[in-house]
């Protein structure tokens, strides 16, 4: 009986699979927010939009959504950390840039500019005027959506750069340190 050689997981093979699971999470998060929900709200009474909008933005903060919003990017530089241990320098240093993407890309970003928004608008009233609500929605709307675009940008960046490595660089240089070994 002829035995087939399967490369064993080690713990970077089980981190890159973390790594691209939180990164398209967050992917598709972004993506989620473009091509279905800011429409929707767009194509709905600005009063109702308002209001929905808020109501989302208050219960993105949850358990559930925290650690893998909070963590992707440092789930990133651990695996790069254990790539660097294990001697696989090009795989630590596109996951550490891809790390930084996310990093900056939409968690920065959505400190600095998206949270500010949510949280202004969180504090408006509603405005029963149709004309008052169309303005204050259109306002907000547009450069949300600006910004959500660009973290969506930078995640999809991201996510394709640790796919890269996961399914290009990591698999040869993993072949490389083994045949070093032996």
């Known amino acids: 009986m002829t035995r087939i050689a399967t490369p064993s997981i080690n713990l970077i093979d089980g981190l890159l699979i973390l790594s691209l699971l939180a990164g398209g999470l967050i992917l598709g998060f972004f993506y989620a927010w473009i091509c279905s929900t800011m429409w929707g709200l767009d194509a709905t009474d600005p009063r ?3 209001g929905a909008m808020q109501a989302m933005n208050a219960s993105v903060r949850n358990f559930a959504f925290g650690p893998v919003f909070f ?4 789930v990133l530089f651990i695996t790069a950390l254990v790539g660097w ?19 900056f890309g939409y968690l ?11 949280e202004a ?15 204050m929605w259109n306002d907000y709307s547009q450069t949300w959506q600006f910004w959500n675009t660009t973290r969506f940008f930078a995640t999809s960046s991201g996510f394709l750069l640790t796919a890269y490595v ?3 660089v990591w698999p040869v240089e993993r072949l490389a340190l083994r045949q070093q070994v032996q």
């Open 48 to 50: 109702i939009a308002i």
């Open 71 to 74: 963590g992707t990017p440092f």
């Open 85 to 103: 241990q294990q001697g696989a320098r090009k795989t630590s240093f596109l996951l550490g840039v891809a790390g930084l993407v996310f990093l």
């Open 108 to 118: 920065v970003l959505t400190v600095t500019i998206n949270v500010p928004m949510n």
């Open 121 to 135: 608008l969180g504090k408006q009233i509603v405005p029963q005027d149709l004309g008052a609500a169309q303005e």
């Open 166 to 168: 996961a399914v290009l």
